[in-house]
């Protein structure tokens, strides 16, 4: 990797501060400009970095700082101006999933990442799990036959959800369900063709009103695998474990099943079953993260760095918002919704 790759951060909160942790501690790449619209929180964001300066403007920052890559860290609903901004000055960006909440908004940075040809990525880091690389492996290489059936669930406490800022702005499908989403299309290497989603309310719509507890779609895909996706964010403090991040996928010669907080991977054939251990460590005794989402953006960094297409590209990252987007609808209207349906 280049010893001088400087990337400036835009948005300033809970993300920014993970960003900030992995960026500083990677090898030949720095945080140099911090920007958020509140001046407090970017100058006390920057004030971590090793020679970072803060702004409130992101056309302030780039009219000023010599950049390499720019990461997006904003809330959901609003990637397009900083995408775009960055990615019209050849910057290269990595983006917080999902790409965006609406089709326009991921037509106008997919075309201007095509304008400038810029290297764009979604960070869609679960794709960085090494038991979902290997279960990714085992279906494409028929390891369990064809893929059937596929369900997973991520679900998270209330405390959490309630921490969230803008959470009248989102929904467990922005914020969970797009995980799902993207981790299962990835790993079946299909997309999703039809959805029927559901909500339930309760806690959350206390807070939010018309936000959800939990969101569960029945899904197709275009190679005909059914889908089962569900996503709550109200689970009780006192649960067990921090997030409840479970899946299976069932072939017409194995299965394979994960508890992806813990790491580990279960694969089920005829004659046998054998289980692995993928745990991995926050901080090494060097100091060094280790984890699934440092390694997503050491890859883009890698990728910056060397000149490489990273993946999710806008292609991609655009088909999983449409799917979400179509989950969205469902549970609104309680239909069926076909995602080529939906285009704005």
Partial sequence: M????????????????????????ATGAGIVAVCDLAPERAERLASRCEQARSYDSVERMLDHEELDAAVVATPDFAHREPAVACLERGLAVLCEKPLAQTMEDCRAIAEAQRRAAALLMVNYGNRHRSNARRAREIIAGGGIGRPQYAYLRLNEKLSKTKQLSWLERTSPTWFLLSHCTDLICWMLGQRLAEVHARASFG??????????????ASCTTEAGTLVNLESCWSLPDGYAQEIDFFLQVLGTEGAIQMDLLAHDLWVHRPERSAVNDYTMAVEMASGRLVGWWPESVRYFLHCVAQGETPEPGAEEATAISQALLAIERSWQTGQQVPVADITD
């Fill in 203 to 216: 806690a959350v719509a206390q807070i939010a009103p018309g936000v959800p507890d939990l969101v569960t």
């Fill in 2 to 25: 280049c010893d001088d790759l400087r990337v400036a951060l835009i948005g300033a909160g809970t993300m920014g501060e993970h960003y900030v942790r992995v960026i500083e501690n």
